[in-house]
């Protein structure tokens, strides 16, 4: 059984608590991909490890066949066994698109239409980022508004426009990173709702708050039959999002155990 690889989009260029890109290739078994030019580079690459299949499906009842859109891996994608995909972060991304697309507007600020670009090209990558037939772990710095009525926080991704609140519906798991102790660098996952932190767990088979362990959740999944999950990772910077992919390690150990 060759050991599968992953790859990781650098986009934050803080890689240092993993051990940096040294580290970080050892860890994925390919090096790293920097991102400078948001969503659409991240796309590019994964165009050449995936092609797209468009099929006409009949329905007993219905006479016209449906469109089912699907995606197989590229003859690269199989040679160099890639088995998932890691972006961190989804917010820079989101970050570096923002840049550009104020860069190009004559205001130099983003416009309404601008605004409507940014949600399509977001709503179509993570339309064809939960199609695709690989494990993926997408880690997002948090952000939060106070409810006026309640007092209570709720935290979300730092996203901008309907992207913020679109995107929890691409994701099979939605963790949240907590502080175990304060002044200890201690973390642990919940991903279980609560009214402050919309967490996931479509299948219902983690804990409700666990250690930060990415090969436990996709190993769970895989064997409930569900090998391509998809995991989004939401925390405040230095929350433990870069660290907990070390965990990934674990995966190619069980693979060969």
């Given at each position: 059984?060759?050991?599968?690889k992953?790859?990781?989009?650098?986009?934050?260029r803080?890689?240092?608590?993993?051990?940096g890109?040294?580290?970080?290739?050892k860890l994925?078994?390919v090096?790293p991909v920097k991102?400078t030019?948001g969503?659409?580079?991240?796309?590019?690459?994964?165009?050449k490890?995936?092609?797209?299949k468009v099929t006409?499906?009949?329905h007993?009842?219905?006479e016209?066949?449906?469109?089912?859109t699907?995606f197989?891996p590229?003859?690269?994608?199989?040679?160099?066994?890639?088995?998932g995909i890691?972006?961190?972060?989804?917010s820079h991304?989101?970050?570096?698109?923002l840049r550009?697309?104020?860069?190009g507007?004559?205001?130099?600020a983003m416009?309404?239409?601008d605004?409507g670009?940014i949600?399509?090209?977001?709503?179509?990558?993570?339309?064809?980022l939960?199609l695709?037939?690989?494990w993926?772990v997408?880690?997002?710095?948090a952000?939060?508004?106070?409810?006026?009525?309640?007092?209570?926080f709720?935290?979300?991704p730092?996203l901008?426009?309907a992207?913020r609140g679109?995107?929890?519906?691409?994701?099979?798991?939605?963790v949240?990173?907590?502080?175990?102790?304060a002044?200890?660098?201690e973390?642990?996952w919940?991903?279980?709702?609560?009214?402050?932190r919309?967490?996931k767990?479509r299948r219902?088979l983690?804990?409700?708050?666990?250690k930060p362990?990415?090969s436990?959740?996709?190993?769970?999944?895989?064997?409930n039959?569900?090998?391509?999950?998809k995991?989004l990772?939401?925390?405040e910077?230095g929350?433990?999002k870069?660290?907990?992919l070390?965990?990934?390690?674990?995966?190619?150990?069980?693979?060969?155990?």
């Amino acid at each position: 059984n060759t050991m599968g690889k992953f790859i990781l989009f650098d986009v934050d260029r803080s890689l240092a608590s993993i051990g940096g890109d040294e580290g970080a290739t050892k860890l994925a078994g390919v090096p790293p991909v920097k991102v400078t030019g948001g969503i659409v580079q991240i796309q590019s690459a994964l165009e050449k490890l995936f092609i797209k299949k468009v099929t006409k499906v009949p329905h007993p009842i219905f006479e016209d066949p449906y469109v089912v859109t699907t995606f197989e891996p590229s003859e690269l994608c199989v040679k160099e066994n890639i088995e998932g995909i890691v972006i961190d972060t989804l917010s820079h991304s989101f970050r570096q698109d923002l840049r550009m697309l104020e860069n190009g507007s004559t205001s130099k600020a983003m416009e309404m239409k601008d605004w409507g670009k940014i949600e399509r090209m977001y709503g179509l990558f993570l339309e064809t980022l939960k199609l695709l037939p690989i494990w993926a772990v997408v880690t997002c710095h948090a952000d939060y508004d106070k409810d006026q009525a309640t007092g209570i926080f709720r935290y979300m991704p730092n996203l901008k426009g309907a992207t913020r609140g679109s995107v929890d519906d691409y994701f099979d798991v939605i963790v949240y990173n907590k502080v175990d102790k304060a002044g200890k660098k201690e973390f642990s996952w919940q991903t279980s709702p609560d009214p402050s932190r919309f967490c996931k767990d479509r299948r219902n088979l983690l804990q409700p708050v666990m250690k930060p362990d990415l090969s436990e959740v996709i190993q769970a999944y895989q064997k409930n039959g569900h090998p391509f999950v998809k995991i989004l990772v939401i925390g405040e910077s230095g929350t433990g999002k870069t660290r907990s992919l070390i965990t990934l390690e674990q995966l190619s150990k069980k693979a060969q155990a």
